[in-house]
Structures are given as structure tokens and as C-alpha cells.
């Protein structure tokens, strides 16, 4: 099993449209969390980092469900501009070192 | 934006040959790290940095050596090329590593290819 499994995708939905997607990981002494997005050919950047509370930036919200050892984001009214691959990232649980999702691919049509 | 840089960004190799990629940073990060992304496998770490003359293998290390003589440079290189190493190539710097909320700043990318 994947440490970090993300569904590829894609997810494809009409601007405005609210989309979600999970990420699971397997060790649960993970620590730290983030979403990364990737445009095509581009390098990752980084969305927002996922907290225990939850956090949200404008139209994104992302989630940190400990127990069931997942997080997920939230996308609200899309954008075309927010086509794009969203990576899972999660590090800790006795290395420094993040591992990465696979991403989850999202296309926003008019 | 972070002051990353990787050299070439494009680059064409014939089976057999050594290859260098550098990757170079302006931000005094303690933390460097080589990625290779493909199709269908995501970002895979290959070799990363904790210090100058500290590095360690990743996941993928086999074929691959890296060397960081300065904080700022950090060069991967393949002794011998091969068709599965034709990649992009990413290079990512930190500075805590481990400690919160810490994110990586990425460079641009190197297209390699191996014919």
C-alpha cells in the first residue's frame, strides 16, 4: 500500500462547481500536511498547509481527519484557472523527509 | 518567488553518457532535494542534502550520485545514462526541515532524455 494515495482523477466540472478531493495516508505518526498544486509542464507550489483545526484561504478549505487518517481539500465556486494537479503531501511520523501523492488531476470547463 | 534555479532546463543524451544537473539557490536554505516525476508514479525523491557534504539517498537513488559542496549548489548526476532515466527533474530547497509547517520551494524543472 501507497503511503499517500490520492484518486488521480480526472475530476472534470463546470465553473462554479464545488469539488473535493481526499487524500489518505498510512502512518499515523504523520505530523505535517499540505496541498501543493501543479499546473501542466510547471514545477509544484504550494496551495496551503492542512492544520489540526482545519483552515480555509478564500475559496479553499482543507481538512485534517486524523482518525481516519485522511485530509482533503475543498474547492469552492471553480475557476477555469484552478485547472490544474493537486498533490498530497505528508511528512513525519520519524522522517523530515515529505512523501507525495500521485495528485489528483482537476479540469474547470466554461 | 523562491530564488531557485536549475541548469540546463532542457537537455538531449545519448545512452551511456554522464549527465549534470545543477541546481543552484539564492535563499542560504539548509535543505536541497532532487525529484524525478513521471507519468503515473508522481514526484519520487532521489538524493537530498541536509547540510553541505551531507547527503543521503532517497527512494530512487540507483544510477543517480549527488554532490553539494557549497550551500548553494547541489548537482545531481547520472554516471551513465539510461532510457529510464528520460524524466523531468526537480530540485527543492527548505529551511527547517521537520519543524511545523515547513514548505519546499521548487525549481523549475529539467526536461531530460535519454535516447
Known amino acids: 500500500r501507497k503511503e499517500v494515495e490520492q484518486d488521480p482523477g480526472p475530476f472534470n466540472v463546470p465553473e462554479g462547481a464545488t469539488v473535493a478531493f481526499n487524500c489518505t495516508y498510512s502512518?499515523?505518526?504523520?505530523?505535517?500536511f499540505f496541498w501543493y498544486r501543479q499546473d501542466c509542464r510547471k514545477e509544484p507550489k504550494l496551495l496551503m498547509s492542512?492544520?489540526?483545526s482545519g483552515n480555509e484561504d478564500g475559496r479553499f478549505t482543507a481538512q485534517l481527519n486524523r482518525a481516519s487518517q485522511y485530509i482533503s481539500l475543498l474547492i469552492r465556486d471553480s475557476k477555469l484557472s484552478d485547472s490544474a494537479t493537486y498533490l498530497c503531501?505528508?511528512?513525519?511520523?520519524?522522517?523530515?523527509?515529505?512523501?507525495f501523492g500521485r495528485g489528483t488531476s482537476l479540469i474547470v470547463h466554461p | 518567488d523562491a530564488g531557485i534555479t536549475q541548469s540546463p532546463r532542457h537537455k538531449v543524451t545519448e545512452t551511456g553518457t554522464p549527465v549534470t544537473l545543477r541546481c543552484h539557490q539564492t535563499?542560504?536554505?539548509?535543505?536541497m532535494y532532487w525529484y524525478r516525476q513521471d507519468p503515473g508514479h508522481g514526484l519520487r525523491l532521489i538524493h537530498y542534502?541536509?547540510?553541505?557534504?551531507?547527503?543521503d539517498k532517497g527512494e530512487v537513488s540507483d544510477g543517480y550520485s549527488v554532490s553539494r559542496s557549497k550551500t548553494e549548489d547541489f548537482l545531481l548526476t547520472l554516471e551513465s545514462a539510461t532510457s529510464s532515466q528520460t524524466s523531468v527533474y526537480f530540485c527543492?530547497?527548505?529551511?527547517?526541515?521537520?519543524?511545523?509547517?515547513?514548505?519546499?520551494?521548487f525549481g523549475p524543472g529539467t526536461r531530460l532524455t535519454v535516447l
Open positions: 527543492a530547497i527548505s529551511f527547517l526541515a521537520g519543524a511545523g509547517n515547513d514548505e519546499q520551494f
Open positions: 502512518n499515523s505518526a504523520s505530523q505535517s
Open positions: 535563499e542560504n536554505h539548509r535543505y
Open positions: 492542512v492544520y489540526s
Open positions: 542534502s541536509y547540510g553541505v557534504k551531507d547527503t
Open positions: 503531501v505528508v511528512r513525519g511520523g520519524g522522517s523530515y523527509i515529505p512523501t
